[in-house]
């Protein structure tokens, strides 16, 4: 289900162009939100494949080095209940959201969580504490400096005003794998506006599974972006 009053949101915002430092492509980010118990859609079976590697866990990533983290292939139910997507590097299961990892873009793939009234309506303050995924092998991850005077915002994928429904996922969602590069206008306009659709929405149905995919034409290995 795609919510058209966000389709206008985000086109006259966009007006179709959306410049992705990091891959030095285009990036649209479009995100979907779909009424759980409610699908009007036809959904074929998830297809899941096994070489992915799964880190679940619901405080801070690991050590550091990537190899810690368990692997499977049905990870994050809660937050992924028909199934994600097999082609991201790395999928990432936090309490509050999950992400599919793309080491070559730095950034997510996607990014999916369940939400209902009780978490979406908690005010929580913001931690901003950005900072790198350590659960990420090193030579996949995005740094501080990836993003340091590049003119370009850190943007969340899944919201913090949205996922950070405590302290402890409020952080959780500046992890720079839930980031992807947004110019200022749009990450504080026309997709702001979007998340708050979203919250909206999520209080007039009482819950509302959320994906947010990213497309990034010719990808390859990202630039520094400064």
Known sequence: LYSSAASDVYKRQMKGSFTNPLSNGALIAVLIALLAGSLSACVGDPVVEDEETVVDGGGD??????????????????HNPLGSSSNSDQILCW?????????????????????????????IERTDDFREDTSIPEAGRSTLDSYRNSGY???HIAPAATVGYDENTMSLSFLLSNMSPQKPAFNRGGWAELESLVRDCVNDTGTLLVL???????????????
């Open 61 to 78: 990533p690991g050590d550091g080095n990537g190899d810690d983290a368990p692997s499977g292939s049905n990870e994050c139910p809660e």
């Open 95 to 123: 309490d509050n959201y999950s992400v599919g990892y793309n080491y070559v873009t730095l950034q997510p793939d996607w990014a999916s969580y369940m939400l209902d009234k009780d978490l979406v309506n908690r005010v």
């Open 153 to 155: 915002d850190r943007g």
């Open 212 to 226: 947010s995919l990213i497309h990034i034409s010719e990808p390859t290995r990202p630039l520094y972006i400064s």
